[in-house]
C-alpha cells in the first residue's frame, strides 16, 4: 500500500521548510556581515553580503531568496545588531541603508533571472547574479545619494570601490550555487 501525504500535512512541511531555510540563509547574510573591511574614503564597507544576497536567490529561487533576505531585514529592525557595524535598527537610518533595503530586490532578481534563465550553467548563474550586484549599487547609491548629496559622490564612494570585488563574489556565488541547489533544495 503506498501511502500519501494529505495536502495539509504536504503545505504544512513545506511551509517549515522554507521558513527553516530561509532563517538559514539570513544567519549566513549576518555572518558575512561580520567580515567588514573600512576603506577611508567611503561610509560603505567592504563585506561578504553581497555574495550571501545573490547565493540566497541563486540557490532559493526569488520568493525563497527574497524571504531570506526579508528575514535578516526583520532582525535587524527587532534591535538586534548583525549588520555589518553593529548598530541594529539605527542601520535603517545611515548612509548604508539603502544597501541593506535592497537585500530583498537584489535577492529576488537574482532568483527570478536564475529561475528562468540559469539552466544550470555558470553562465546563466553569474549572469543572474550580476543583475543582483546591479540591483544593490541602483538602490543603496540612491540612498547614499541622498545622504552625501549627489550622485557623483554616490558613485564613488559606493559602486566603484566596489566593481571588481563584487564581479568576483558574483562568479564564487556562481559557481557554488549548484552545490547550494542540491543541498537546500532536496
Known sequence: MIRTKSLPAYFSQTVWRQLAVAVVFAAITALTARITFYLPFTPVPITLQTLAVVLSGLVLGSRGGALA???????????????????????FFGPTAGYLVAFVPAAFATGWLAERFSARSWWGNFAAALTGVVVLYVVGASWLAVVLGSWQNAWLAGVVPFILLDVVKAAIAAATAESGKFFFRR
Request: without cysteine; negative net charge; proline residues 4%.
Open 69 to 91: 533576505q526579508m528575514t535578516y531585514l526583520g532582525l535587524i529592525a527587532t534591535g538586534l545588531p548583525v549588520d555589518a557595524n553593529g548598530l541594529g535598527i539605527a542601520a
